[in-house]
């Protein structure tokens, strides 16, 4: 079956950094596009970053110039590095991978991991 398993969530400072992973099985990783998402309480999830399987990478203006998404195809591995974090950015935080071609698409989500940005 599918799975993407994230870690690297909790609790940090206003200003700090985390680092976000998800570990994908059950699908042939290099073909998918990866991305993050984020939905607060009260709110409606979001998209953070993605990163398409050629590489390309997209940001919305609330998230650009201080979160990174990368991803190791050897390791089946997509990240989200967070840097000078604001209370703002408090949210779960899921993992989702998606490919498409013609009329089939391929949606799968992780199981999301908390990110609290708190004094």
């Known amino acids: 079956q599918v799975q993407l398993v994230e870690s690297g969530g909790g609790l940090v400072q206003p200003g700090g950094s985390l680092r976000l992973s998800c570990a994908a099985s059950g699908i042939l990783f290099s073909i998918y596009d990866m991305g993050w998402y984020r939905q607060a309480p009260g709110k409606q999830r979001e998209l953070v970053a993605v990163i398409t399987s050629g590489g390309n990478t997209n940001y919305p203006d609330s998230v650009k110039g201080r979160f990174t998404i990368s991803r190791d195809n050897a390791k089946n591995t997509v990240y989200l590095q967070m840097n000078t974090l604001k209370p703002e950015d408090t949210a779960v935080y899921y993992c989702?991978?998606?490919?498409?071609?013609?009329?089939?698409?391929?949606?799968?989500w992780g199981q999301g991991t908390q990110v609290t940005v708190s004094s």
């Open positions: 989702n991978a998606n490919w498409r071609l013609f009329t089939t698409q391929n949606d799968y």
